[in-house]
T-cell receptor, first 115, second 118 residues
Framework: SQQGEEDPQALSIQEGENATMNCSYK?????LQWYRQNSGRGLVHLIL?????REKHSGRLRVTLDTSKKSSSLLITASRAADTASYFC???????????????FGKGTKLSVIP | GAVVSQHPSRVICKSGTSVKIECRSL??????MFWYRQFPKQSLMLMAT?????????EQGVEKDKFLINHASLTLSTLTVTSAHPEDSSFYIC??????????????FGPGTRLLVL
């Protein structure tokens, strides 16, 4: 079953503005990851935040995690047209009896940055 | 480093035929490889997890006899869609987890294979 649910489903902003996407999940996780996917392409790993972390930065990306609310947000600052893509959150958990993490993806947010 | 390739990138086949998709980790050894499918404008759904030298673990609802997975080496996993039907048309994406080096939680994704069954 799907774990992460992104909000909004689609977001359109002007170049230079900030873009915020949210992700909610339902069960306990080891970590949460954000990925980017350009149309018809594979996924690119953006950032990982562990369950004991609250905030993480990477370049123009800022991710927060609130385990009490089971939610995460991805902020892209000073957006560029090249940031246009779909963004997915994925929760990582270890299924019972398994030895490795599995990722469960949300439905994604389609971001359009208008030049 | 950590590049994953898939071949072919796109395939069109007739209904009833079988299609093999390869997933390779080019510059690292992968303990585990994952196969996902993605329908248009939807999320990735995990189909199966495979470890080198052992049988794949399939997710609920995924037919193991239809989607054959072979993980013969630490750098290669194959997915064969047997007796493909139009409803199998989808975007198939593999990912790999490193044996050594890098965060163990990170999966490296291939570029995907678009399958169209006529």
């Amino acid at each position: 079953s799907q774990q992460g649910e992104e909000d909004p489903q689609a977001l359109s902003i002007q170049e230079g503005e900030n873009a915020t996407m949210n992700c909610s999940y339902k069960t306990s996780i080891n970590n949460l990851q954000w990925y980017r996917q350009n149309s018809g392409r594979g996924l690119v790993h953006l950032i990982l935040i562990r369950s004991n972390e609250r905030e993480k930065h990477s370049g123009r990306l800022r991710v927060t995690l609130d385990t009490s609310k089971k939610s995460s947000s991805l902020l892209i600052t000073a957006s560029r047209a090249a940031d246009t893509a779909s963004y997915f959150c994925a929760t990582a958990a270890t299924p019972s009896g398994a030895g490795s993490y599995q990722l469960t993806f949300g439905k994604g947010t389609k971001l359009s940055v208008i030049p | 480093g950590a590049v994953v390739s898939q071949h072919p990138s796109r395939v069109i086949c007739k209904s009833g035929t079988s299609v093999k998709i390869e997933c390779r980790s080019l510059d690292f050894q992968a303990t585990t490889m994952f196969w996902y499918r993605q329908f248009p404008k939807q999320s990735l759904m995990l189909m199966a997890t495979s470890n080198e030298g052992s049988k794949a673990t399939y997710e609920q609802g995924v037919e193991k006899d239809k989607f054959l997975i072979n993980h013969a080496s630490l750098t290669l996993s194959t997915l064969t869609v047997t007796s493909a039907h139009p409803e199998d048309s989808s975007f198939y994406i593999c990912s790999a987890r490193r044996l050594k080096g890098g965060p163990r939680e990170t999966q490296y994704f291939g570029p995907g294979t678009r399958l169209l069954v006529l």
